[in-house]
């Protein structure tokens, strides 16, 4: 059974196209984040399978059912803001009560609820209190418990760790994920932070100005980026990028030097490529290997466990990153050699900038 399932959803405003093209199955119990840069659309996305906005064309179906008309209320759908706008004048339990006394449950039932999801949320010992006698962190539990109480089909997240501090964010991101597992709500979840994405999600949407880029595992994002777009977003530091040539017998620089792959045959020679290569997939060597590039290197980061490289290739000036294990004792000015493992090489088309499968030969269409 699918949960959640948008179909072609377009939104503009005014003319201008801010959704396009959104086609999502997300399957029940399912965590999916959408993540993108800020304004590309993803409060919108949110906002539309609410139904807080409307979208412009397509259809959204929730357990089957067409909702696309329906009001937001009719959608069994509970949202968490940014901005987890709680009543400042009333306490704790009361905040988390609101839903089901206007639902007019029985007094008992809401009594037994909430104190069974302030358990689970650690936030029994503060029923009493109002807002604003709370941390950050557990007023965004409670923004939570709001949410829970109403057991809906559908759990909205939009970046509702934006405004707390590192460390808590972290186990704030621990905490959702856990709670999420436990009570198996099918959730959508809104970040710009692609480590929230990565740790987060079972699949992740990665939304470029209202389109989706790609819809996967965080491990097929970082493994087999569709594009140029994911494959720089995923990953911190960001992927290396180089513009190549394929030659009869592998992959060069413009110029031939200083970058050496060597390929199986049956291949197109000649043409333009743009090669990808991960700063943790390239290592210091002494011999050649299958990938073979050689970087002077203008500055260094000792962060402990490894070392941040950042240098040029000589003759193209093309920028490279490396991430090293442990302490690097070179100095400014040297020039490396690296070598990467073919299997770690990722191909991109400089025409279309989507992914170029390297290990079944280079083929355009
Ligand atoms: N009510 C609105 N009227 C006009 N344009 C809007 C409105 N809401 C959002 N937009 C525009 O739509 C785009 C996407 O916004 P939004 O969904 O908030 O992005 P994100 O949440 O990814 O930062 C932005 O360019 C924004 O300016
Ligand atoms: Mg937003």
Redesign the pocket.
Known sequence: MSTLLLKDITKS?LKTP?LQDINLDIKEGEFVVIV?A???????LLRTIAGLESASSGAIYIDNQDVTNKEPKDRDIAMVFQNYALYPHMKVYDNIAYGLKVRKRPKAEIKERVNKIATLLQIDHLLDRKPNALSGGQRQRVAMGRAIIRNPKLFLFDEPLSNLDAKLRVDMRLEIKRLQQQLKITSLYVTHDQVEAMTMADRIVILNKGYIEQFDTPKMLYQKPASVFVAGFIGAPSMNFINAKTTDNGICLEDGGELDIVLEDNHDAGKDIIIGIRPEHLQLSEQKNDVDITVTVDTIEHLGAETLLYGFIPSSQTRITMKINGYWSGSVGETIHLHARKEHLHAFDPDTKKRIDLNRHIHYA
């Open positions: 405003y801010v993108g800020s304004g590309c659309g993803k409060s919108t």
